[in-house]
């Protein structure tokens, strides 16, 4: 089956880190550009970051620039997001999507992440 | 970057056509062809019905249309079914190497 699995949400302090995975299946990742999209709770759809197949370039929203780390391992089809000084706006649903020529063909189902004291 | 603009809420009759615009810029919606277009269900993660303007991915029903003219894209919605009752978000690539979502459409089938 052709899926996104995302996981590594969860509650953190403002000021705190985690780290979000995603793994694909179904597919040949290495070839595939991928994203990081969020939603906060009852809003809409805000990009977060991209990265190609070879792993660059790499682009980031004004939001999450300097604070947030894509990354990705194609050998084990996965890509990441490594979120520092996170913030109560950071407080969202966090989906991984690959990229198809500037939109986002396939979508995973997302990990809550909250921030909060 | 702010977001693409449309309008909060569309509805329209079983059958009936609707449409949804987005608006922007000349430095995202009118500088390029890559607008996108994604339906969501309460609960579920976004699904793509558009790409690169006019393109359906294999699998989208063919009740889906979109255009662009000038800075504004839209999206028909043709023979409105009871299942098209979701939210719609449009998106651009804005030449600054990011991308731009729309605020969000809610369609209500009356």
């Known amino acids: 089956e052709v899926q996104l699995v995302e996981s590594g949400g969860g509650l953190v302090k403002p000021g705190g880190s985690l780290r979000l995975s995603c793994v694909a299946s179904?597919?040949?990742?290495?070839?595939?550009?991928m994203n990081w999209v969020r939603q906060a709770p009852g809003k809409g759809l805000e990009w977060v970051s991209y990265?190609?197949?070879?792993?660059?370039?790499?682009h980031y929203a004004d939001s999450v620039k300097g604070r947030f780390t894509i990354s990705r391992d194609n050998a084990k089809n996965s890509v990441y997001l490594q979120m520092n000084s996170l913030r109560a706006e950071d407080t969202a649903i966090y989906y991984c999507?690959?990229?198809?020529?500037?939109?986002?063909?396939?979508w995973g189902q997302g990990t809550m992440v909250t921030v909060s004291s | 970057q702010s977001a693409l603009t449309q309008p909060a809420s569309v509805s329209g009759s079983p059958g009936q056509s609707i449409t949804i615009s987005c608006t922007g810029s000349?430095?995202?919606?009118?500088?390029?062809?890559?607008v996108s277009w994604y339906q969501q269900h309460p609960g579920k993660a976004p699904k793509l019905l558009i790409y690169?303007?006019?393109n359906r991915p294999s699998g989208v029903f063919n009740r889906f249309s979109a255009s662009k003219s000038g800075n504004t894209a839209f999206l028909t919605i043709s023979g409105l079914q009871p299942e098209d009752e979701a939210d719609y978000y449009c998106?651009?690539?804005?030449?600054?190497?990011?991308?731009?979502f729309g605020t969000g459409t809610k369609v209500t089938v009356l």
């Open positions: 999507a690959r990229g198809l020529q500037y939109a986002f063909d396939m």
């Open positions: 179904g597919f040949t990742f290495s070839p595939y550009s």
């Open positions: 990265i190609t197949g070879s792993s660059s370039p790499i």
């Open positions: 000349s430095s995202d919606v009118g500088g390029y062809n890559y």
């Open positions: 690169e303007v006019t």
């Open positions: 998106t651009s690539y804005t030449g600054i190497n990011t991308r731009v």
